[in-house]
């Protein structure tokens, strides 16, 4: 049986230029990236240390955790001049 999957919610700060992720399941979670897929480097290893140090999960556990990251991009069409 598979075990939970935790949701990760990262949006693009346009003024900043980076994907930023933060988490209702995953406590403590707020980290950013230049590019979704550095940001996903990132998750790697920050979702099982942050659910191991919160006690969420056991160490052995957070390590084969899983997660999923639901993206968003608003982008704003600019005239060309």
């Given at each position: 049986m598979a075990g939970k999957v935790y949701d990760v919610k990262?949006?693009?700060?346009?003024e900043a230029k980076v994907w930023c992720a933060t988490s209702d399941e995953v406590p403590g979670l707020?980290?950013?990236?230049?590019t979704l897929?550095?940001?996903v480097e990132?998750?790697?290893?920050l979702v099982p240390?942050?659910?191991?140090l919160n006690g969420v999960?056991?160490?052995?556990?957070?390590?084969?955790?899983?997660?999923?990251?639901?993206a968003e991009r608003v982008?704003?069409?600019?005239?060309?001049?």
């Open positions: 990262a949006d693009w700060d346009d707020a980290t950013e990236a230049g897929d550095g940001l990132k998750l790697r290893v240390e942050l659910l191991e999960l056991s160490s052995e556990a957070a390590r084969l955790a899983s997660f999923r990251v639901c982008e704003v069409p600019r005239a060309v001049a």
